[in-house]
């Protein structure tokens, strides 16, 4: 999972860079921007990859807690 929020990052870290040097700002102020927007969007892919992992596994939890007592072998 964390390969695939640090390519998507990279994908708009290259993004990022096309867009801005397209306005025909300075190399340094193209790269800042740019890096900035890249840490911002993996922070944010990461905890929302994080949220959706922890979701999943608590809905398998329930899962397993519901199909024992809906095939009747509640042997708690």
Known sequence: ???LV???GLLVFC???IFF???QLPITEVLTKSLII???TTVVLSIGAYI???????NDD????ENTTI??????
Request: charged share 20%.
């Open 1 to 3: 999972m964390n390969k």
């Open 15 to 17: 993004f990022s860079i």
């Open 62 to 65: 329930n899962n397993k807690d």
């Open 71 to 76: 095939l009747g072998n509640n042997n708690e």
């Open 21 to 23: 040097s397209q306005r």
């Open 52 to 58: 959706l992992a922890k979701s999943f596994e608590s």
């Open 38 to 40: 890249f840490i911002v």
């Open 6 to 8: 640090l390519n998507i």
